[in-house]
């Protein structure tokens, strides 16, 4: 079992950028594939970014491509996501989520993912 732990979201202006991180508990971080993804006001949680177990493999939403960034480092039981030039569409509560997996495992929907973050509100004004 896995608790995770996201912080660095808050208000930024239109254009500015991120780092979220997401910080995991007990031994075996490096046995997650590990996801980001955020939920709007009215709106479903939806799928942002994904890596795989040691990070050489990552997927991402099409609405973020180019513009987010999604890593890890297994020795400090981190993920993160940094999130550049955003947009008022941007706003959400961001959530990461792990679940265990092979090599080439990085699942893109909620129903994929055992175990989820509190979320973290990113706020971006015009």
């Known amino acids: 079992q896995v608790q995770l732990v996201e912080f660095g979201g808050g208000l930024v202006q239109a254009g500015g950028s991120l780092r979220l991180s997401c910080a995991a508990s007990?031994?075996?971080?490096?046995?997650?594939?590990m996801g980001w993804f955020r939920q709007a006001p009215g709106k479903e949680r939806e799928f942002v970014a994904t890596i795989n177990l040691n990070g050489a493999l990552t997927y991402y939403a099409d609405s973020v491509k180019g513009r987010f960034t999604i890593s890890r480092d297994n020795a400090k039981n981190t993920v993160y996501l940094r999130v550049n030039t955003l947009k008022p569409e941007d706003t959400a509560v961001y959530y990461c989520a792990a679940d265990p997996g092979s090599y080439d495992y990085i699942p893109r929907r909620v129903a994929e993912y055992h175990y989820w973050g509190q979320g973290t509100q990113v706020t971006v004004s015009s």
């Open positions: 007990g031994r075996t971080f490096s046995s997650y594939a």
